[in-house]
């Protein structure tokens, strides 16, 4: 195959990026802009920055959606995993495809629908919404982006590696802490920081699910919007953009290294190179 | 170096422990069963394994020969039967409390340990002092050759240095018993022989008693004392290589255990010494040799290797038993030249002679008329 690119892929890949990400480029610019109108280009300056942090309207908001999204983040790791567990080892049992199935499901379904659906339950429950409804309700749809994640990678996890761990000398629960815990771990991080990202930008189902007195960033901006866009807001969107990005540099970068791994181990030099040797 | 004190003693008495009603087994197997639902995976089948034999389990895929290997490491648990390790039932006991290890087809080596610390894995969980897991870790490094490697991760070395990593980690804690399912499965043909002569040799140094599960027939005759030869969960021979391939226990066995020619019919007259074998199909009357523990009138089948036969222009009258046909097809082989002959029955025969001399051999073409013998003696009958 060339390896060069063709004047058709140079044009395309210059459309597709420009596509994406020339308003995020316009938007990182204008925030070093000192104009109050926002369309109007007049110097560069960081004075929205200093606006942002002495003003402290969005700290509060930024505080509690960084709580809710590591406690939402970990306990979705956690009932991901177990349901990646369920999903790999129990070949048999009544209802399995339709409990896969309906794992898939929420990452399909919008996001209305999930959160409207939260909204009746936890009014029927009678539960006072506030902090914790919002940590459920995050709880629950990025759990299933971390399966997903997690069983792929426990799908080609050899099971012989466990049975080998217990076959040493290991009881079944350390066997899975000695063996299969240290192979997944990537994707485990991996999916934690994805859970992670979901949560600190979700708007709809936190709007749906929260209740007075908890805000959380993306709430507060959109909120600010409504009534013209302020300066400041494009500071801040460039900062939680910097953040996102970070999350998710980190995440494809594990999830590459892992399978660099595996693809070496996989690509080994032959059997037979064994014999000059012996 | 090693403990050989373990070992049993190997002399010409001892060597074959299953002939000798008074020796003490390793391992009993008890009418073991395993059912899976419907599926009847091992059933009813009973097995003694003695100190220091390589036991080859030996049969085609879905036989059961892994999951009996499995029972034994405590991977499976068996429907009904008793496994007894030295005379205590092994079926309660789960796999880390089992004097026993197993080296794994896909080698299932940690990744994320180097090649040392997956020897001393299973003896860091004994609890052994620093001291004595460094000491014996070095040993299994040495044992398999890999001492220049060991601060490697599995990953970085080539499949037969993993197979030796694998081997070497389920030998580190000295187990009363190895179990190795299909350990050379990975490897080309080459290595693999090579694989099976160095395996022989360590078994031969531990004095531990191996089990392999195999379904390759010529890497179980290489290694094993006894061979185990299983179909649907049942055992259909077990015993030493040559037996099984010279006085193979029926036709499925003769069949399964290289190739042979089987000829249906029964015994029409039957002497003290030789026998008359009429062909179902020709009526043709061919001379055999009566067979120990088969009673002449329930002879079904004879079986003769093709190795055995001979392909020749004349025939010549020194008792041999002669078919007329005409030749089918050749395989050259190098140092074998297969025949297969038509001889009028229903079935080719296959005759494998050995091309002992460059030019001097007679050879045969295809659609020449020939006589295909065989000494009676070299004719095996079978009731089943």
Redesign the interface.
Known sequence: MNRHLSWFGITSLTLGLAFMYLPILVLVIYSFNDSEMITLWSHPSLRWYEKLFTDGNYWGPAWTTLRISLVSSVLATILGVMISLVVTRMRKFKGRSLFVGMTIAPLVLPEVITGLALLLLFIAMGVERGFMTVIIAHTTFAMCFVSVIVTARMAEF?M??E?????????PVMAFF??TL??ILPAIVAAFLLAFALSLDNLVVTTFTTGPGITTLPMRVFSEIRTGVKPEINALSTMVILLVTCVAITSSLLTKRSAA??V??AD????????AS? | MLALSEAPAVGSETSTPWTNAQATPLVEIRSVSKQYGDFTAIGDLSLKIYPGEFFALLGPSGCGKSTLLRML???ETPTAGEILLNGEDMVPM???KRPV??M???Y?????LTLEQNIA??LK??KLPKGEIDSRVEEMLQLV?MTTQAKRK????????R?RIALA??LA?RPKMLLLDEPMG???K??RR?TQLELMDIQHRLGTTFVIVTHDQEEAMTVASRIAIMDHGKLMQVAPPIDTYETPASRYVAEFVGDTNIFTGSVTAAGSSALDFTLEVSGQSLNALPQPGIAAPDARYLNVRPEKMAVSKDRVDDGSNYLRGRIDEVAYLGNLSTYYVDVGLDQRVLVQMTNSQRFGSERFAEDDNVWVSWYPQDGQLLDR
């Open positions: 050899d012989s590696t049975e080998a761990a217990r076959d040493l000398g290991c009881g000695h063996a240290p192979a791994k595996r070496a181990a080994s030099p032959p059997a037979t190179s064994q014999l012996a | 490491a405590g991977f789960p796999p880390e290890n197993m794994f087809q896909s299932a080596l940690f990744p994320h894995f299973g969980r004994m050759q599995p990953h970085q070395i080539s499949g037969g240095q197979q980690r389920s804690r990975a490897l080309d080459k290595l090579e």
